[in-house]
């Protein structure tokens, strides 16, 4: 909390934005996550897994990749490095005490249009800045409580109705958890499909009506051992990264030494991480305003669908997924043109799950990726 | 009840649950152990060790959901007209102890939100209109016997220690455990001793923070890690825990052989999937998925790293282990597994147990986990929930003139309060594969085998079944895959399937009703034998256990196959057989063991992919 209270003091003035709000911000309440993670390990101490960061970076940068769904061994730190996300998260200004995280756009939008209601002036709307919201759906969530339902207390104490926003209304405009999502029910990921494909969560039950935005950014982890994930939620998830033990000795003595470290003391140890955690923060937050500044060629686009032609993926997902994962990981890289040699790096994070299953296939996904990127490449170079 | 002190053999397992107490970030102890060796009866005895007022909750194996994690207790809210919460049994373990017998047999969501708690340290209870988080940092203490099948690995994976498994066979302990129930023992020979172990357990607590370690004795366990093929890289963190646990019981200020061979073998050795002496191959390395393409950012890499590395200087010499480490390593191998290797091939299989996306939650059958909104004539309705959603609306409902007309005290309850039960249920088919891989197969046609094979798994992928594999070859039949949704590993199996040796066809079906047997425990009701082979079998049963006795009469060998398959027919198994048999070499006996199957005979050559996918679910 101090940490993210000093980050926040830092990234709004460094923006020099509303100075009043500058000084709002220590005081800044985290809507999601007030009473769950009281510490987390520090994302930047995390040892190897380059994958799985970049991707959650690059979700970070451009919300619009779609999430991330990692996968892979037990005990490799897949749940340590998301619930660390929320440390070096950006900030982002919403209408003051929104349950729904809205933008002052947003918000005179919605209540604007309600019956009877006068027209809001958006300058009068105050707002505040709040850490990227991380919500944390538990395997035993009920619905009424991922939808929001009527406040139960309210209700037998007085007879009000009133709405009880849910876990969808925490997380727009942020991150959505579910680890071990291949073990979620079929109805909650039937209305985790839903809410994702509309960006709206719409609750309907006797006088109570509500539709509010719900766009977050889904990221999902588990163990393939454990179960499949349904093709249509796999479909989801922009990226897929894949996580292993490392095996490396050196590597393995060096995070169990930071995790004993931690353990010791966690406050220590998050304090003397805060110089690297800072930094990396504002490197997102610069790559999140160099976004709008990245071009792509013409050419580079071709490429792409030539490569999601030649792997035989259905429908656009994929081509869109690499084009915005290539932007963000150029802005991410301080560069304003997307190049292929960007494609490549990321291109197996995209399309790795998006290839069609076939059990008597031996190759692995990534190699099919990686060798039909060489032929693409290769015509591209003999054309040029 | 017998004290801690009191329990006779099973000193590993003490041992553990010593380091337990002393160092309780171990997170667990578990316990696998046959019937009657008295493992719960030491689990119960845990208690007697542990600070007074520790709580110790015992978990029913029939819990359900809201118990399990907590919720609305109705009877307090209403009476209130306030939200009263009621703690869940994970949350009343807090600071204490979780103790589960049948550790395996536990339900597979269950398990599931142990697993959350563990990882997490408190219960998120996002249900019924609360939001809440409650703490429950506990000890899990589980038993089970390994004949009613393996825990999850995912959850071994959050408990620091497995002690390995031993079947206690020793009489003259056995008389002595009889003894103590008999009442023998001087009660207060008892307390003496537990206060004695309590304080020992107190100082050593003291003493954790005092002990130290080299960086070459974590090297080694970390080293040691790896060449067994433990997955994951939070097991390092739990064998360096246990040996320091162990070393503050001994009030040493530094770790020494001692306790490095015993974290090697209650939290390494029961984790292991290979064999040390032997050099990985590269698919074992990559286990599951091949490396990642690890072109590292090294600027990302530069940048995470913290600035001064500490270890950066000691990366040359990480490939050698210390002479020292890999003596203690046999050493804590050889005295655990004497001639057991099979427990190492185990824990490697294991891996796969089925996923329990096999379970489906319906409306009528199975295990009560949860009330949901749903239709009142599409299930059983669920009272007490539906009262729960309908209780806040009451106010709001009565003053609605349409409902004027009801008598005051009555309750106004809508459709839309209607909740019914979802039961849990494995749901879908298990396959069971039953792969020839005998000599002659080799020279059939394997490949249209698992071709076949192949395209059947793909359709099980899609229809969320199970499948297994069996291969038989040689003397005895082997399960390659128990029953599992992970059709990727058993493409794998079926890839590296090596073939040749005689056929032992008796002992596959032995085999596969076994497995049969086991799935329906777990509630998989519909079976199939999927038999890929060409119906000579020429190895008796008792090959498997007996030297010598590969060759049996013709007329006995047809014996054993009838009667295996008239008990597996009247056991509602259906199965489908694939002849794989070239044309002009045939006698015959495939169709004859559909026959005696009661199932479907397919001519391999003839049979095309698709037809066999379509008769497998007809």
Redesign the interface.
């Known amino acids: 909390m101090t940490q993210t209270a000093k980050a926040a003091k830092k990234t709004s003035s460094a923006k020099a934005k509303a100075p009043a709000e500058a000084k709002a911000a220590p005081e800044v309440k985290k809507p999601t996550s007030k009473k769950k993670q009281a510490l987390a390990f520090p994302f930047t101490a995390i040892v190897g897994q380059e994958e799985m960061k970049l991707s959650l970076i690059l979700n970070i940068i451009d919300p619009r990749i779609g999430g991330v769904l990692v996968m892979g061994h037990r005990g490799t730190g897949k749940s340590t490095t998301v619930r660390a996300l929320a440390e070096v998260l950006p900030l982002i200004t919403r209408v003051k005490d929104d349950i729904y995280n809205r933008t002052v756009e947003q918000y005179v939008e919605a209540e604007s249009g309600k019956k009877g209601a006068a027209a809001i002036n958006p300058a009068d709307v105050k707002t505040e800045q709040i850490p990227v919201p991380v919500v944390d759906l538990p395997l035993g969530a009920t619905e009424d409580r991922v939808c929001g339902t009527i406040d139960i207390e309210k209700a037998l104490t007085s007879g009000v109705k009133a709405f009880e926003p849910g876990l969808l209304a925490q997380s727009n405009r942020g991150f959505l958890y579910i680890d071990e999502v291949n073990l979620l029910d079929d109805h909650l990921v039937d209305v985790l499909l839903d809410v994702a494909a509309s960006g709206k969560n719409v609750v309907e039950r006797e006088g109570i009506s509500i539709r509010h935005p719900a766009r977050f950014v889904l990221v999902g982890s588990g163990n393939p051992e454990e179960g499949e994930l349904r093709p249509q939620l796999l479909d989801r998830f922009g990226l897929h990264a894949r996580i292993i033990t490392i095996n490396d000795v050196a590597k393995r003595v060096d995070i169990v030494k930071r995790r004993r470290e931690y353990d010791e003391d966690p406050e220590a140890y998050l304090k003397k991480c805060t110089r690297e955690q800072q930094k990396l923060q504002k490197k997102i937050v610069a790559a999140q305003e160099l976004l709008t500044q990245v071009t792509m060629d013409d050419k580079v686009l071709t490429d792409i669908a030539r490569l999601c032609m030649n792997l035989g993926i259905d429908g656009h997902r994929g081509e869109l997924t690499i084009t915005r994962t290539a932007y963000a990981f150029a802005a991410y890289k301080g560069q304003t043109t997307v190049t292929m040699e960007h494609v490549k790096e990321i291109a197996g994070l995209c399309l790795r799950h998006r290839l069609r299953k076939d059990p008597l296939e031996t190759v692995d996904a990534g190699e099919k990726i990686d060798r039909e990127l060489a032929k693409v490449l290769g015509e591209a170079e003999a054309t040029a | 009840m017998i004290a801690f002190t009191d329990i006779v053999g099973m000193d590993l397992a003490k041992q553990a649950l010593m380091l337990l107490a002393v160092d309780p970030?171990l997170g667990g102890v578990v316990i696998p152990s046959a019937v009657g060796s008295g493992k719960s009866t030491l689990a119960r005895a845990f208690a007697d060790i542990l600070p007074d007022g520790t709580p110790f909750v015992e978990l029913p194996l029939n819990v359900t959901?809201d118990r399990?994690?907590g919720g609305?207790d109705l009877e307090a809210?209403l009476a209130s007209?306030?939200?009263v919460v009621q703690h869940g049994v994970l949350s009343k373990a807090h600071k204490g102890v979780l103790y589960v017998d049948s550790l395996s047999l536990l339900d597979?969501?269950a398990v599931?939100?142990i697993?959350?708690a563990m990882?997490?340290g408190?219960?998120?209870v996002?249900?019924?209109?609360?939001?809440e988080?409650h703490p429950a940092s506990f000890m899990l203490v589980g038993t089970y016997d390994p004949s009613d099948g393996e825990v999850?690995?995912?959850l071994l994976?959050r408990i620091g220690i497995i002690v390995p498994f031993t079947a206690q066979n020793d009489y003259r302990a056995r008389k002595k455990i009889v003894n103590i129930v008999m009442g023998t023992r001087d009660r207060e020979d008892t307390d003496d001793e537990l206060r004695m172990l309590r304080g020992l357990i107190e100082a050593a607590k003291e003493q954790l923070s005092h002990v130290s370690m080299t960086?070459e004795q974590?090297?080694g366990l970390?080293?040691t890690?790896?060449s067994l093929g433990v997955?994951?890289?939070?097991?390092?963190?739990f064998a360096?825990r246990a040996a320091i646990a162990s070393a503050a019981l001994a009030q040493r200020t530094e770790v020494d052989d001692e306790d490095l061979k015993l974290a090697m073998k209650l939290v390494l050795v029961p984790r292991a999937t290979r064999m040390p002496e032997r050099e990985a191959t590269e698919e074992e390395?990559?286990?599951?998925?091949?490396?990642?393409?690890?072109?590292?950012?090294p600027?990302?890499?530069d940048?995470?790293a913290?600035p001064d590395?500490?270890?950066a200087d000691?990366?040359e010499e990480?490939?050698e282990t210390p002479d020292m480490i890999e003596e203690l390593m046999m050493d804590a191998m050889e005295t655990e597994l004497p001639d057991n290797i099979l427990n190492i091939s185990l824990a490697s299989k294991k891996?796969?147990?089925s996923?329990?996306?096999?379970e489906?939650?319906n409306n009528r059958r199975g295990r009560f986990v949860?009330a949901?909104?749903g239709e009142m004539k599409s299930g059983k309705v669920a009272l007490i929930p539906t009262l729960i959603s309908a209780?806040?609306?009451q106010?709001?409902r009565r003053?609605d003139k349409k409902m004027s007309g009801r008598p005051a005290g009555a309750l106004i309850i809508?459709k839309?309060d209607v909740k019914i039960k979802k039961f849990r249920d494995k749901s879908g088919t298990l396959f069971i594969f039953m792969v020839d891989a005998s000599g002659s197969m080799a020279l059939n046609r394997m490949r249209q085998a698992k071709?076949a094979v192949?395209?059947l798994?793909?359709n099980a992928?899609v229809h969320r079944d199970q499948v297994a594999l069996i291969s038989f070859r040689g003397k005895q039949a082997q399960v390659l895959l128990p029953p599992?949704?992970?059709?990727?590993?058993?493409?794998r199996e079926l890839?590296v399937l090596p073939t040749g040796g005689g056929t032992p066809l008796a002992s596959a079906l032995f085999t596969g009703w076994e497995t049969a047997k086991q799935a329906r425990t777990k509630g998989i009701s519909q079976i199939m034998f999927v038999m890929i082979t060409d119906g000579r079998g020429n190895i008796p049963l008792k090959a498997a256990y007996e030297l010598n006795a590969e060759k049996a009469p013709k007329e006995e060998l047809e014996k054993e196959i009838e009667a295996l398959a008239l008990s597996i027919q009247a056991d509602g198994v259906a199965s489908i057989v694939i002849d794989t048999q070239m044309n002009y070499l045939s006698r015959g006996e495939a169709p004859k063991l559909a026959q005696k199957l009661g199932g479907r005979y397919f001519y391999l050559p003839n049979a095309k992919a698709e037809q066999i996918v379509e008769a497998a679910l007809s």
């Open positions: 970030s959901e399990l994690i609305v809210t007209g306030q939200r597979s969501s599931s939100h697993m959350d990882s997490r408190v219960v998120l996002e249900r019924e209109g609360l939001s988080v999850r690995m995912g994976d960086n974590i090297k970390i080293q890690a790896i997955e994951g890289n939070r097991v390092d963190i360096i390395m990559a286990q599951d998925e091949p490396p990642p393409p690890e072109e590292e950012q600027e990302a890499e940048e995470n913290p590395n500490p270890d000691a990366e990480q490939e891996k796969a147990k996923g329990s996306r096999g489906a939650l949860r949901q909104e209780a806040p609306w106010h709001s003053q809508n839309e071709g192949a395209s798994l793909q992928y599992s949704q992970s059709v990727d590993r058993a493409k890839d």
